[in-house]
């Protein structure tokens, strides 16, 4: 095992102090695992709340700060945090507006995400829960009853923190997020496995010269593992598996991401195969977001999400946004 790390045991908090020296900006507990903005809670101002299993930074501690999320919970490396985490974050960021949660759709998540919910509403918090589930992968997998949470977590959680921030009441705010939601779809692609800190080798046996059609955010299944196909293959398939359930009939937002591995070399120019598919698809591109923002780890892979916008969507989003992973328009 070659890992920058001390001992597996320390991985989330080492990184954690990390984020604390590098962004004072944040106010992070590391004992407590609870990364909040330094200006929460935010008067006038509904909250977002986040977070689920450590290894896919900046997911989600990378996108607090103003415009986006007022706090996030990493838990475990691939493991939900845990309710109490949740009830802390959303106490430390609520200003009376209500505080809303966005969960992917992984059991853990959902299960912690709901008693956090039921032991902060007996502390008197409103809360809001949005489930993501984009995948268009699999129906189920091994985390998961129905569809699995993946980029459009991203696409939520900037959307949703944009209406916050103009001062939209907690039920606007939660139903932004549930329509971007509703909107997204993704499909994800692994040419190598992920090894985890505590295991130290491999999660899954991937043969060379083979890739993982569909692959999850933990090293989930896909649909079908084949032979290597070129960036414009792969494109081909990841990009018509979301449009043929999608089926957008205006503008979009897409999101080429990297699994953690994938240099921005070849991110970018499988972004441009991306492009060409859609534009052979007749669906009209309104932003693209090129690089590492959902990862997993060390895979090596890429996946694409596509998210059909109007016009407030499309102005939500390119709404002023200050956060250690994603920043524009400030």
């Known amino acids: 095992m070659r890992m920058l790390i001390n001992v597996p045991e320390t991985v ?4 954690l102090r990390g984020i604390a020296a590098s962004h004072p900006e944040l106010t992070v507990d590391v004992e407590n695992r609870v990364v909040v903005r330094r200006d929460a809670p935010v008067a006038g101002k509904v909250a977002l709340v986040s977070g689920g299993g450590s290894g896919h930074e900046p997911l989600h501690a990378g996108f607090v700060g103003p415009g986006m999320l007022s706090a996030a919970c990493p838990g475990e490396v691939f493991t ?3 309710p109490d985490q949740m009830v802390r ?3 430390a960021v609520d200003s009376g507006e209500g505080v809303l949660f966005v969960v992917k759709n992984y059991t853990g998540d959902v299960l912690n995400f709901e008693m956090a919910a039921e032991l902060a ?3 008197g918090l409103r809360i809001e829960q949005v489930l993501v589930d984009d995948d268009v992968a699999v129906t189920d997998s ?3 009853a129905g569809r699995r949470g993946t980029g459009a977590t991203l696409f939520v959680e900037k959307i949703a923190g944009a209406a916050a921030d ?5 039920d606007r705010v939660a139903a932004i997020a549930r329509r971007v939601n509703e909107s997204s779809r993704s499909f994800g692609v692994a040419l190598s496995s992920v090894t985890t800190p505590a295991k130290g080798s491999p999660t899954f046996d991937l043969p060379a010269g083979e890739l ?3 692959i999850g955010i933990h090293g989930e299944p896909g649909r079908e593992r084949r032979a290597m196909m070129t960036s414009g293959e792969i494109a081909d398939f990841a990009v018509n598996a979301v449009l043929d359930d999608l089926r957008p009939s205006g503008p979009v937002l897409a999101l080429v991401n990297g699994m953690g591995a994938t240099p921005l070399l070849e991110l970018y120019g499988f972004g441009a195969e991306v492009h060409r598919v859609l534009r052979e698809r007749g669906v009209v591109v309104a932003r693209t977001l090129v690089g590492n923002y959902v990862t997993s780890l060390d ?5 694409v999400t596509l998210c059909q916008v109007d016009e407030e969507l499309l102005r939500l989003w390119d709404a002023p946004v200050e956060t250690p992973a994603l920043r524009w328009g400030r």
């Not at 103009?166 to 907690?170: K, N, Q």
């Open 121 to 123: 509403e007996e502390e």
């Open 12 to 15: 989330v908090a080492d990184a």
């Open 212 to 214: 993982e059609l569909g």
């Open 80 to 82: 939900s945090p845990v």
């Open 166 to 170: 103009e001062g939209a009441p907690l």
């Open 142 to 144: 091994l985390y998961t």
């Open 299 to 303: 895979m090596a892979g890429c996946s």
């Open 89 to 91: 974050a959303a106490a």
